[in-house]
Every structure is written in structure tokens, then in C-alpha cells.
């Protein structure tokens, strides 16, 4: 089982390393693959010390599996390279996600569509990821209408260079080096990428429309506000959900309880909520705020949080490589 990944000394590629050797995937060999500029410097993995390879020197080495977070234009550029070599890419970027004829994949959600003939397989958007792990169980039990959506979302998914920006900010009161047009500590920047003729912004989109190809549903209305907040640790998102069929309150608890990826913290006697403090290096998704919306029929109100670069990157990526490897499929 040779691995590839692809961008790994990112903040996404770091954290697939790590989260490879947390979850013991089997790995016999590691090719790590960076930039030209990081091209023979070393990495460590499981104690042990590997060299950074370019891209090239990665298809040639026709790995069974290729993690790639290096961004779309890189993914767009080699991943039919290494597809055409044999190698599974595992894509982290927006490069292939809405492709009619490449698999989006979340696997709580949907993974049953997945074959041996998918060579690219998108990971979606970290936003989206979270919120539909949550959404599938009670789609399933009570059919999604309408889903109005806002998040406030970590630097981390920015990257390296947002982070920086928000500790010299902290420490210092300023940043020479800006990943955000204004300040982001004491801030909250409504928008994230850049603004579409529609007016909302590309991240908006994503969980729209990645949303109802994941669910494989486009009768699901979606409307989405992204905000970027100074916090590390995990996206946060307030969801408002309107169904066809009526809910009992208990019963929608207890089905997110007993679904997968999923944990509950609901209470309120001892304000127990999920929090990106408390969300951070985990692999689930948690909710709480399970309220009624007294405004309007058939509607609830949930509020997740899930570690952005974990299940929102990382993890899922690698989840989907062992499904993959579990049936057989690579």
C-alpha cells in the first residue's frame, strides 16, 4: 500500500499525516510531496524519516493511493496524471468536486457510490462536510425542505499564513504579512472567498450545491452565510432545517445519537454545547441546541462544530481511503 500525499507539509497534509498514523492505515510506503522548493527535505512519519519528492517523481512511483491538499490548480493539473498511472486520487481541493462525472464523498453520507472505476474522488468542502453528516440521518427520517445555514469558521482554514496573521495580531497588535484584506482578531470578516455575480461569495455556493450532489437530492433548498472569526480549533454553524413531516424533539436527539460520526452534547442544565475549544484534534461531529423554531412549522435549529482540518479535511479524506481499501476497491 504505497501513499501519497500530496501537499504534505501544508496545514491539511501535516494533519493527513498525522491522522494516517493515529488511525494505523496501512501504509508499507510513504511518499510525501511538496513544492520544488521543498524537494529533498525530509519529513517524519511513524519515527521514521522520509524524503520530500516533486510531483513527477511521485506518478512515476505509481502509488495505490494519493492524498492531495496542494491546492485546485494543482489537483487540476496531475491528478489525471496519477488516475492515469493507476493510483486512487483522494482530492481535498474544489477542483473536482461539482465534475458530473466525479463522485463527491462523505462517507456517513454517501460512500455506497463509490467503485473500483473512480480514480478522483473530491473530498467536499470542510463546511459542507460537517453540516451533511448531520443533515443525511434526519433527511432520511423526516425529508429536508430547506436548509438556511450561517457559519463561523476557524483561520485554519485560511492556512498557515491566516494563523500567523491572527497570533501576530495577538501578540503583537499587527501582521506584516495579511492573509485577510482587514484584520481578523476582535473581527469577524463576512466573507469568505471571493463574491459572486449573485452576491454571495464562492464558499456560499459550495455548501449549496455540494450539499444536494452529496445528498443526491437538488429538491433541498440551501442558503448560506459564511463569516471567518478569530478562533482555531473548528468550524462552527448555526442551522436552521424546515422538513415536509413534523418531529418530536426526543426522537430527533436520539436519531443523532445513534448516527454515525455523530456526537450529542444537549445539555443545557450544565451548558454542555459543542465549541471549537472542545472540538479540536476530534474526528466527529458534535450538536447541540436542538431546539423547536417556534417561528415556523416543521423547522429545527441545530448548532455543529467539527475540527475543519480533521473531519473537514483530513480525516474524511482518510476515511474515505479505508473504505476504499475495506471493499476492496483499490
Same mark, same amino acid.
Request: proline content about 3%; overall charge neutral.
Given at each position: ?17 498525522? *491522522?494516517?498514523?493515529? %488511525? ?5 510506503? =510513504?511518499?510525501?510531496? /511538496? ?16 524524503? &520530500?519528492?516533486?510531483?513527477?517523481? #511521485? ?6 493511493? @494519493? ?21 486512487? *486520487?483522494?482530492?481535498?481541493?474544489? /477542483? ?9 464523498? *462523505?462517507?456517513?453520507?454517501? #460512500?455506497?457510490? =463509490? ?11 470542510? !463546511? ?16 429536508? +425542505? ?15 499564513? @491566516? ?15 495579511? /492573509? ?7 473581527? @469577524? ?6 463574491? =459572486? ?8 455556493? +459550495? ?35 424546515? $422538513?415536509?413531516?413534523?418531529? &418530536? ?5 436520539? =436519531?443523532? +445519537? ?27 461531529? $458534535?450538536?447541540? %441546541?436542538? %431546539?423547536?423554531?417556534? !417561528? ?13 482540518? %480533521?473531519?473537514?479535511? #483530513? ?5 474515505? @481511503? ?7 476497491? *483499490?
Amino acid at each position: 500500500m504505497k501513499v501519497a500525499v500530496v501537499g504534505a507539509t501544508g496545514l491539511v497534509g501535516t494533519k493527513m499525516l498525522e *491522522v494516517l498514523a493515529e %488511525r494505523n492505515f496501512l501504509v508499507t510506503e =510513504l511518499i510525501p510531496v /511538496a513544492s520544488e522548493k521543498s524537494v529533498g527535505k525530509e519529513i517524519e512519519f511513524k519515527g521514521k524519516k522520509y524524503k &520530500v519528492h516533486s510531483l513527477q517523481q #511521485a506518478i512515476d512511483a505509481k502509488p495505490t493511493i @494519493a492524498l492531495f491538499s496542494a491546492g485546485g490548480s494543482t489537483s487540476l493539473d496531475f491528478a489525471e496524471k496519477f488516475a492515469a498511472n493507476g493510483t486512487t *486520487v483522494i482530492d481535498n481541493s474544489s /477542483a473536482w468536486r461539482m465534475h458530473p462525472e466525479k463522485k463527491l464523498v *462523505v462517507p456517513e453520507v454517501n #460512500a455506497h457510490i =463509490l467503485t473500483k472505476e473512480d480514480k478522483i474522488i473530491a473530498n467536499p468542502n470542510c !463546511s459542507t462536510i460537517q453540516m451533511v453528516v448531520v443533515l443525511k440521518p434526519l433527511h432520511i427520517k423526516y425529508k429536508i +425542505k430547506r436548509v438556511v445555514v450561517s457559519t463561523y469558521q476557524s483561520v485554519t482554514g485560511t492556512g498557515v499564513k @491566516a494563523v500567523s496573521q491572527l497570533m501576530n495580531e495577538r501578540e503583537h497588535g499587527n501582521s506584516l504579512e495579511m /492573509a485577510y484584506k482587514y484584520k481578523i482578531d476582535m473581527n @469577524a470578516i463576512p466573507q469568505i472567498d471571493v463574491f =459572486l455575480e449573485n452576491g454571495y461569495t464562492k464558499e456560499e455556493m +459550495k455548501m449549496v450545491n455540494e450539499t444536494k450532489k452529496i445528498m443526491e437530492d437538488d429538491s433541498i433548498k440551501v442558503t448560506a452565510t459564511t463569516v471567518r472569526i478569530p478562533v482555531m480549533g473548528g468550524h462552527s454553524e448555526s442551522i436552521n432545517i424546515e $422538513f415536509e413531516n413534523d418531529f &418530536v424533539l426526543d426522537e430527533v436527539k436520539e =436519531l443523532l +445519537k445513534n448516527s454515525p460520526g455523530i456526537i450529542v452534547q444537549d445539555d443545557l442544565t450544565n451548558q454542555i454545547y459543542p465549541m471549537p475549544l472542545t472540538s479540536h484534534n476530534k474526528d466527529e461531529v $458534535f450538536v447541540g %441546541r436542538i %431546539r423547536r423554531d417556534e !417561528s415556523q412549522r416543521n423547522t429545527l435549529n441545530l448548532w455543529i462544530v467539527s475540527d475543519n482540518l %480533521r473531519k473537514g479535511a #483530513a480525516t474524511n479524506a482518510i476515511q474515505i @481511503a479505508e473504505y476504499l481499501v475495506k471493499k476492496g476497491l *483499490v
